[in-house]
């Protein structure tokens, strides 16, 4: 059986063509979001965050001979404990990363806190779309009136959201993908001068929200994506699915 580490909709895809390989697949979630991209596939699912023992454990008990990593870019610390287990367990790892988008980034930081501190300073519209998982961090933000959230209308997104002290008013809650012209009518109806991103990448719609920012004159403020050194790392799903198919 095949461990894949999901939750995100590059996952899905690997997913179909592993099921289409007729492949056993066992697949990890962290949240029932990421459950739900995948909820009418013939497969197995456990949704939570485990810890590497927790993982090793699981790893163990189903008896999975190979390992694939198809979580979020920015999900650095379940990457790093697939990569361990499997060295541990002495199993193939298989990373599937998706292809960065060059663009012109007006500021880029490699920290959330650098950029905080960054951030804070402007006096704009800011919209924030890196997320709901750090959201706390801008709870004491001085020009927190002037910070926009667009996240996932999930009750968990949101309510994290009002817990880090936002008003409803401030909180967007729409599930992309968004198009170039979605995202400037959002720009415009905020009156958003800067723009905060991940470099999420294709699928994360990171190019539609970067070509509306250019065409008004929106700053884009980007946080790096983090440096992780994989095993072994694809950046074509199909390329892949065919070396963990061997």
């Known amino acids: 059986m095949i ?3 999901g939750g995100t909709k590059d ?13 056993r697949i066992l697949v990890t ?10 909820s009418n596939l013939d497969l197995e699912v456990k949704v939570g965050k485990l810890g590497l023992e927790e993982l090793e454990s699981l790893l163990k008990k189903q008896k999975i001979t190979k390992v694939v990593d198809g979580t979020h870019p920015y999900a650095i610390e379940i990457s790093k ?20 988008i060059e663009y012109k980034k007006d500021y880029e930081f490699y920290t959330l806190d650098s950029l905080i501190k960054y951030i ?17 961090k801008f709870q004491e933000i001085k020009n927190k009136k002037n910070l926009y959230i667009r996240i996932l ?3 968990y997104a949101i309510k ?20 170039e012209e979605f ?40 946080l790096k994506r983090p440096k992780i050194e994989y095993l072994s790392v694809d950046t074509e799903i199909n390329k892949l699915v065919e070396r963990a198919t061997k």
């Open 120 to 136: 804070e300073k402007l006096d704009g519209n800011i919209l924030l779309t890196l997320g709901s998982n750090n959201i706390q």
């Open 183 to 222: 995202n400037m009518a959002i720009y415009k109806n905020y009156s958003i001068e800067y723009v905060v991103t991940k470099e999420s990448g294709k699928t994360g719609g990171e190019y539609e929200k970067v070509k509306a920012a250019s065409n008004l004159g929106v700053e884009v403020v980007v």
């Open 11 to 23: 996952s899905r895809l690997i997913a179909e063509k592993l099921l289409e390989k007729n492949c």
């Open 160 to 179: 994290k959201c009002e817990l880090a002290g936002f008003r409803p008013s401030q909180i967007i809650g729409l599930q992309g993908p968004f198009s």
């Open 153 to 155: 209308p999930t009750d």
């Open 29 to 38: 979630t962290a949240t029932e979001y990421g459950a739900q991209l995948i």
């Open 3 to 5: 461990l894949l580490a």
């Open 81 to 100: 404990n697939l990569m361990e287990v499997s060295k541990r367990l002495g199993l193939p790892y298989y990373r599937y990363e998706r292809s960065m």
